[in-house]
């Protein structure tokens, strides 16, 4: 393997900067968000979070490693390996708070679902690669489209982790409008999710029922399931201007935020470091998707862009639904804030998404062989 | 193929350029619409949010009061707080509860299923609140703990502040003991702004003065976690400590009265007749008010209020006994006043009355032949107040009575006292619907029959016949200080009422006391001292009317039957300071069993006051030496 030197020089450093500055306001987040349960029995969240940080660097090298036309070839390799392991996670998954979601192997746990929302990019654009059609596409493509979608959507959402499998299916969407639709495919598509979407309703289970109901009214039931997001806006209003400054929330330190190493790390950032912290870090986020959609618009070719483009909205829509979710603006569904909430498949996964982005951002002036 | 490869590089990344331009809207709209929320969320309802924040974590609770301390008259102390220390559990604290409970059960020798089932009896807490396990550990065992207390995570030692009663029984009916508040006192306007777990005087001066003991209570302000977890103290009011009280009592006194009280039940009183102040009040049987501190156990409450002799009752306030020949002075009083008879009147007494168809007899069986007042008084002879008290006739007597104060409360400063009983025609009338029997005016001229009076009131008719005819409200207390030692409030001596009796009529009867104890025929001749000045009277109060006979020995009649014995006396003759009176129920005769006890009482008191004398004379020779050191310093 003859290794270019145009790569070097055409490395994306900015965005390097971009993610390791987000990833380090995350463990230094992390580590307060953690700074209460000193004296708990093992390794503090921020350390393995820091591990998980330095594997994901070196999936990272890997996948930009890779020239992502050779990734592209073997796309559907990677996403059937990908459902293979979201199906033994039915039979070898760990079972927490009621759904499985989780395989562990030798003390490492991993969540496939995480890896499908990225395999599932990779599988889109090779599908693009494919059936190119400037008109649009015809319901025979749909259904080759609807099938990389809904097998990894209903296993999902068998787990059960309905937040997910309607996140994976968001981002299918986005792809698809973004490479545009017969628009009386966009219609029925519109049509069949409104009249599907109320019996939704009643496929979810009681605690889901539970996240919407205390959604719509908070102080519906304050110390039951509306208590979370309560105590989420009382952190971050009671941030302020200026923060009550770092290690100092004291919805925070002293516990009455919940999940606050996960879905609610962004409320202990907006409380600690208050109005003007969260701007900075929300024109960070800004600043990695721009970069993100400039990737994707000066790729050589279609795969590159449609890749760059679906692992930037993974971000973006991740970013949003999580912040919106502990703002009280969405129900409380289980998306984690991208490089500050504490997970290890998140962590890995997104910046072998960065690797990918890399990838693509390096090679945009090498010519085809 | 090779039309595939041609399509890849004739790729035109220009034929998306409008859609990001739309995303970069999209995106930056979404993100916008974010930065608005956290706008109105951290600076619009920034300080409600803050707010809500600081209720969350500021928890306000109550620093209990010292309650206030309990003096003598000299100062000695009679109720001091001292700790007392509890051990309760957090289970959030500790991961082997049943393995801290029986290393704990282990080192205590204790049985660890006793300590276990404590622990199971709260079903219904809050995380992080202690589960009390014991009460009141002993210092060995404490000493245990705290040596262990690695051993024993999430256990942890509370320090209570308990009463401690320094005399024990000898005054527990006095100050009385504490407790806390129960629900019926809650819902009792009285006690509408205490709260449910405060302690409460519940008998005595503890309950008398409740409100000056209990003090004013502090607050904390306290930081706490999501679990309710103390975590820091963030501000702090000092509790105020209750005031503290000092009693007209003297504590030596009172244990003199105590330990010369060796008969079963009965009571002492000891009054100052200069001015009404107690100087000592014991009742027997007592009880030890330090059991009650911490909640007394089930078994002793029991065996407490179902005695026969009811330890829990204050006899000497509202003991209700017939005065038996100490109402003698009373009927003399209203016959001299009266005019009935002057000093001289002699009545002849062979050892019988008679009355109608009864015969009313004489303690002496032989009589006393021919005796004017004063032997009357000085021998006890029952005949001849028999004539007075028919001459006198049962409103006058009544009406004596009440002028020295029978028949009704003296307001003592403590909780519990009877009225006693003055009987009258009208009172007969309406209690028995009969009419008044001549017989029972001849028994009421003896003490005796439906006259009930309290040993304070027969004190306090006593001490106005030492004091010169003043009937003062007995005194308990003497001052109300803050813990500073300023005064809060000083009690002065208060005269309720003079008794109207002329100086002449005191002098026979203050002469007649002074014979029964001087002369060598008087009933309290055994009190005699030479170097005393005591006067006094004995008493013998009937509970089942007198044997026919008399031939029965004493020690034979059964307890509950015998008769009740008096004594009052006071000293010197001339300038009373001291009085005192004993009551001593089925004690048999006051000359032989109560006035012994009381010879014993005042015979201390002089002996203390020798001492103080002493002690007062040396300070201020000391006093003395030192200015004459300094002022040679000053050569």
Redesign the interface.
């Known amino acids: 393997l003859k290794i270019d030197r145009r790569l070097f020089v055409n490395f994306d450093w900015i965005l390097l900067v971009i993610v390791m500055a987000i990833s380090g306001l995350g463990l230094l987040n992390l580590y307060s968000a953690g700074f209460n349960l000193a004296g708990s029995r093992g390794e503090p969240l921020y350390i393995k979070q820091a591990y998980w940080i330095l594997i994901g660097l070196i999936l990272m090298i890997a996948a930009f490693s890779i020239d992502y036309r050779i990734i592209i070839r073997h796309a559907y390799t990677i996403h059937a390996i990908s459902l293979l392991l979201l199906f033994l996670v039915f039979f070898l998954g760990n079972i927490t708070h009621g759904s499985q979601r989780w395989l562990v192997f030798y003390g490492f746990s991993f969540q496939p679902s995480e890896l499908v929302k990225l395999t599932m990019v990779i599988a889109l654009a090779r599908f693009y690669k494919d059936n190119q059609i400037d008109e649009g596409y015809y319901l025979r493509n749909a259904l080759i489209l609807l099938f990389i979608i809904m097998v990894p959507f209903l296993m999902i959402m068998r787990q059960p982790d309905l937040g997910t499998s309607l996140f994976l299916a968001l981002l299918f969407f986005t792809m698809v409008f973004f490479m545009g639709m017969r628009r009386n495919i966009v219609i029925s598509i519109a049509a069949v999710s409104s009249v599907l979407a109320p019996l939704l309703w009643f496929i979810m289970k009681d605690y889901q029922r539970e996240r919407i109901l205390s959604f719509l009214n908070p102080e519906r039931d304050p110390l039951g399931s509306g208590y979370h997001i309560i105590q989420s806006i009382i952190a971050i209003g009671s941030g302020g201007f200026f923060g009550k400054g770092y290690l100092r929330g004291t919805q925070t330190q002293l516990k009455f935020l919940p999940e606050q190493q996960t879905d609610f790390v962004f409320s202990v950032f907006a409380e600690e470091w208050g109005f003007l912290g969260v701007f900075v870090l929300m024109f960070i986020f800004l600043s990695l998707i721009l970069w993100g959609f400039k990737i994707a618009r000066n790729s050589r070719d279609l795969p590159g862009t449609l890749i760059a483009f679906g692992v930037t909205m993974f971000i973006f829509w991740e970013v949003f639904i999580n912040i919106g979710m502990v703002l009280g603006l969405f129900p409380v569904v289980g998306i984690p804030l991208p490089f500050l909430s504490y997970g290890g498949s998140s962590m890995v996964i997104l910046l072998t998404g960065i690797g990918l982005l890399m990838n693509i951002s390096m090679r945009r002036f090498v010519l085809h062989p | 193929m090779l039309e595939k490869?041609n399509?890849?590089?004739d790729?035109d990344?220009g034929k998306?350029?409008r859609?990001?331009n739309v995303?970069?809207w999209l995106?930056?709209f979404?993100?916008f619409?974010?930065?608005s929320?956290?706008?109105y969320?951290?600076?619009i309802?920034?300080?409600?949010?803050?707010q809500?924040?600081?209720n969350?974590?500021i928890r306000i609770q109550e620093v209990k009061p010292l309650r206030g301390l309990i003096y003598d008259a000299r100062g000695d102390i009679l109720v001091d707080n001292q700790p007392s220390f509890d051990v309760s559990l957090i289970p959030e604290d500790t991961k082997d509860i049943k393995g801290v409970m029986k290393r704990l059960a282990d080192l205590c020798d204790q049985d660890s299923v006793d300590l276990a089932k404590k622990l199971s009896a709260v079903k219904f807490r809050k995380p992080f609140v202690p589960i009390k396990i014991d009460k009141d550990i002993g210092r060995d065992k404490l000493a245990i703990v705290e040596t262990n207390s690695l051993n024993l995570p999430g256990l942890m030692v509370d320090v209570v502040p308990v009463r401690k009663y320094v005399y024990g029984e000898e005054m527990a009916h006095v100050l009385g003991y504490v407790g806390e508040i129960s629900a019926g006192e809650l819902g009792d306007e009285y006690y509408k702004d205490y709260r449910s777990d405060d302690i409460v005087g519940k008998y005595g001066t503890e309950r008398y003065l409740d409100r000056y003991l209990k003090g004013v209570s502090g607050g904390e302000q306290v930081?706490?976690?999501?679990?309710g977890r103390k975590?820091s103290v963030l501000g702090r009011v000092e509790p105020v400590p209750g005031f503290n009280i000092t009693l007209t009592l003297d504590a030596r006194l009172q244990k003199m009265c105590w330990d010369a009280f060796t008969e079963k039940a009965g009571s002492v009183i000891v009054m100052d007749p200069r001015d009404g102040s107690l100087l000592a009040l014991i009742s027997k049987p007592s009880f030890n008010p330090n059991l009650f501190n911490r909640g007394i156990p089930e078994e002793i409450w029991e065996s407490l209020s179902k005695d026969v002799l009811s330890p829990l009752q204050n006899r000497s306030i509202s003991g209700q006994y017939p005065p038996g020949s100490l109402y003698k002075l009373i009927v003399a009083a209203a016959a001299l006043e009266e005019g009935v008879i002057n000093k001289d009147t002699k009545i002849g007494c062979n050892g019988t009355f008679d009355m109608g168809n009864r015969t009313f007899r004489c303690w002496r069986k032989a009589g006393h032949g021919l005796v004017n007042l004063h032997q009357a008084i000085v021998e006890s002879c029952d005949v001849y107040f028999y004539h007075l008290g028919e001459m006198l006739g049962v409103e006058k007597l009544a009406d004596y009575s009440k002028k020295f104060g029978f028949g009704s409360k003296t307001f003592i400063e403590l909780y519990g006292e009877k009225e006693g009983l003055v009987p009258t025609k009208r009172w007969k009338r309406e209690r028995f619907k009969e009419s008044w029997q001549g017989g029972e005016t001849i028994s009421l001229s003896i003490g005796q029959g439906f006259v009930l009076v309290t040993p304070l009131q027969l004190i306090r008719a006593y001490s106005a016949i030492a004091n010169g005819g003043i009937l003062y409200k007995p005194r308990l207390i003497k001052r109300i200080a803050t813990a500073e030692g300023d005064i809060v409030r000083e009690f002065i001596p208060e005269k309720e009422s003079s008794i109207p009796l002329r100086k002449k009529t005191l002098e026979i009867l203050r002469y007649a006391l002074w014979g029964a104890v001087n002369e060598e025929n008087g009933t309290g001749w055994s009190l005699k001292r030479e170097a005393r000045d005591v006067s006094g009277k004995t008493g013998t109060a009937q509970v089942v009317a007198m044997p026919k006979d008399g031939k029965e020995e004493e020690k034979e009649i059964p307890y509950k039957i015998r008769d009740h014995a008096l004594f009052v006396c006071y000293a010197p003759r001339n300038t009373p300071e001291i009085a005192v009176l004993v009551v001593v129920e089925h004690g048999g005769h006051g000359g032989s069993t109560a006035a012994p006890i009381a010879r014993r009482i005042v015979d201390g008191y002089f002996d203390l006051k020798k001492y103080d004398a002493g002690l007062m004379a040396q300070s201020i020779k000391e006093a003395a030496s030192v200015s004459d050191i300094s002022s040679r310093d000053g050569i």
């Open positions: 490869q399509r890849l590089t790729y990344p998306f350029k859609k990001f995303l970069l995106v930056s979404a993100l619409l974010l930065i929320r956290l706008w969320l951290q600076i309802k920034g300080d409600d949010l803050r809500r924040s600081e969350n974590r930081e706490v976690n999501v679990r975590l």
